[in-house]
């Protein structure tokens, strides 16, 4: 079934720490991934989007990095974070889902991120 | 440039009553069209979605939209709210492409018992 894995679900970073959040996708083969930010009373944000293994879009300009290393697994990180980093990330993907098959978008459980 | 707007960033409503929450989209092509609900600390889920066909979508939890190309819009309807329907719903439009789900800015769901 079409399922996303996203860990940690929780996270206290202290600023000027690495980051590394994780995202696998079951269900789907060659799905297009995207890592999504949600700042508190805010919408969400795109952040990057990928379309295959190593190609990484970034919609936003900031100290964050995203990479693809496998076609379902997509990661969010940073050499050092910022104050303005925290918030609710989440994972997404899009393609067409098995068992029954249908494109659309399935989201992660998400990671709230503080950093302080 | 494609938007989403969403009506009323919080919304309260009493157990039982109507459920009506807001969405219109700027766009010069028809769009696919989403509502998705999010619970606290919790990811996306979706409600419902309109790509093509009939207009009047029923969605999962009694959720309904109706997409109103003349209007440009896609309010999501409920008969009679739950105390479990509170949450953060999300109105989002795509039209196709690897990076085009557009959010709005989300709406807060209040039930008052």
């Known amino acids: 079934s079409q399922t996303i894995h996203q860990w940690p679900a929780t996270l206290v970073q202290p600023v000027g720490s690495p980051l590394s959040l994780e995202c696998t996708v079951e269900g789907t083969s060659n799905p297009n991934l995207y890592w999504y930010r949600q700042a508190a009373g805010r919408g969400l944000q795109l952040l990057f989007y990928?379309?295959?293994?190593?190609?990484i879009s970034s919609e936003v300009p900031q100290n964050l990095s995203a990479s693809r290393p496998q076609d379902r697994q997509f990661i969010l990180s940073s050499k050092k974070l910022l104050l303005s980093d925290s918030g609710f990330y989440l994972c997404?993907?899009?393609?067409?889902?098995?068992?029954?098959?249908?494109?659309?978008?399935?989201f992660g459980s998400g990671t709230r991120l503080t950093v302080v | 440039a494609q938007s989403v707007t969403q009506l009323g960033s919080h919304v309260s409503v009493s157990e039982g009553a109507l459920v009506l929450l807001r969405c219109n989209y700027s766009?010069?092509?028809?769009?696919?069209l989403f509502w998705y609900v999010q619970y606290p600390n919790q990811g996306l889920q979706l409600l419902l979605k309109?790509?093509?066909?009939?207009?009047l979508v029923k969605g999962i939890n009694g959720f309904e939209a109706e997409f109103k190309k003349s209007e440009t819009s896609f309010h999501l309807t409920k008969p009679s709210a739950h105390m479990s329907d509170a949450a953060e719903y999300f109105c989002a439009v795509s039209y196709g492409g690897a990076n085009n789900l557009f959010f709005g800015t989300g709406t807060r769901l209040t039930v008052i018992p």
């Open positions: 990928s379309v295959g293994i190593g190609q």
């Open positions: 997404a993907a899009h393609g067409l889902w098995l068992p029954y098959p249908q494109y659309g978008y399935t």
């Open positions: 309109y790509t093509t066909g009939a207009t």
């Open positions: 766009s010069s092509v028809p769009p696919y």
